[in-house]
């Protein structure tokens, strides 16, 4: 299976924002929960948002609530994370994954994400 | 939050030797539906995660045999029959439970 392509990270100056997509074409996204995950600098793994296989339901970290918005369109296979205000704690390589009764499988190879001035 | 504790933080291995890792978490893990959403990620030096174990111990497709899960409850092992070059990276056990999903800290597996 190809895995998904995370695309839209970058340097960014703290408070600005950034829009990243996740597209994959080895399967239906419609079909599946969907996830972003981060992984700060020579850290750990930390969930970051969730949304469920039709849109309806969202959920957010706390550290992100507010200021972090998971959507998608399944009619293009994507899944988007839409980061606002963003702050130097945000740093971090940023997966897309897909839900696989609980466990995350289909990760992308991630985006890196650098809040700097 | 569930807070999951991964011991040991690094381990050496020998080549061909088995290895084992532990994860504990603080609170029962046992989910409405009766599953337990405990599972096992491995990460290679400078890859994305990849899925192991889910549900304590299903394997899932393409990881070898030499990977297993188990537990109960709170305590939860992955253990590697006979550990292979290619096994070296970080090991994490996450659990999808509750809400927010939480990892543990990771496992160094090194030769």
């Known amino acids: 299976e190809v895995q998904p392509v995370e695309s839209g990270g970058g340097l960014v100056q703290p408070g600005g924002s950034l829009r990243l997509s996740c597209r994959g074409s080895?399967?239906?996204?419609?079909?599946?929960?969907m996830y972003w995950v981060r992984q700060a600098p020579g850290k750990g793994l930390v969930w970051v948002s969730r949304m469920n296989a039709d849109g309806s339901y969202t959920a957010h970290a706390d550290s992100v609530k507010g200021r972090f918005t998971i959507s998608r369109d399944n009619a293009r296979n994507a899944l988007f994370l839409q980061m606002n205000s963003l702050r130097a704690e945000d740093t971090a390589v940023y997966y897309c994954g897909r839900d696989f009764y609980g466990g995350f499988d289909q990760w992308g190879q991630g985006i890196l994400v650098t809040v700097s001035s | 939050d569930i807070v999951m504790t991964q011991t040991p933080l690094s381990s050496p291995v020998t080549l061909g030797q088995p290895a084992s890792i532990s994860c504990r978490s603080s609170?029962?893990?046992?989910?409405?539906?009766?599953?337990?959403?405990l599972s096992w990620l491995q990460q290679r030096p400078g890859q994305p995660p990849r899925l192991l174990i889910y549900k304590i111990s299903n394997r899932f497709s393409g990881v070898p045999d030499r990977f297993s899960g188990s537990g109960a409850g709170t305590d939860f092992t992955l253990n590697i029959s006979r550990v292979e070059a290619e096994d070296v990276g970080l090991y994490y056990c996450m659990q999808a439970t509750h809400f927010p999903y939480t990892f543990g800290q990771g496992t160094r597996l090194e030769i």
């Open positions: 080895s399967f239906t996204f419609s079909d599946h929960w």
């Open positions: 609170q029962s893990l046992v989910a409405s539906d009766g599953n337990i959403y």
